[in-house]
């Protein structure tokens, strides 16, 4: 079994940056990838950026590319995401995921094995 644990969430101010961490903790599982996926009350989780298992492949979301990067140390068990140039919509509560099926596209929710708890980002406004 797998645990996945977000970190490094926050509240900042427009403009500001942040860092998010996830680690995996618990079983080793093989990963094919790791998303990062954000939640507001009354909307459904949403795509905010991928990595593949090597790092060599990223995918963000329109809305946050150019401003947020999500690196990988395998050796650590963490995934980051470096937020940057936050603005209100970035508020919400961000997840970070693992897929452990080779098929499927890593902007669905769908295709995530493991999910962690969440880490709330408030920007201010």
């Known amino acids: 079994q797998v645990q996945l644990v977000e970190s490094g969430g926050g509240l900042v101010q427009a403009g500001g940056s942040l860092r998010l961490s996830c680690t995996a903790s618990?079983?080793?599982?093989?990963?094919?990838?790791t998303g990062w996926f954000r939640q507001v009350p009354g909307k459904e989780r949403q795509f905010v950026a991928a990595?593949?298992?090597?790092?060599?492949?990223?995918y963000y979301a329109y809305s946050v590319e150019g401003r947020f990067t999500i690196s990988r140390d395998n050796a650590k068990n963490t995934v980051h995401l470096q937020m940057n140039s936050l603005n209100s919509e970035d508020t919400a509560v961000y997840y970070c995921a693992e897929k452990t099926l080779s098929s499927g596209s890593d902007y669905d929710v769908r295709v995530y094995d493991y999910w962690g708890q969440g880490t709330q980002v408030t920007v201010s406004s």
């Open positions: 990595i593949s298992w090597s790092g060599g492949a990223t």
């Open positions: 618990g079983r080793t599982v093989r990963t094919y990838g």
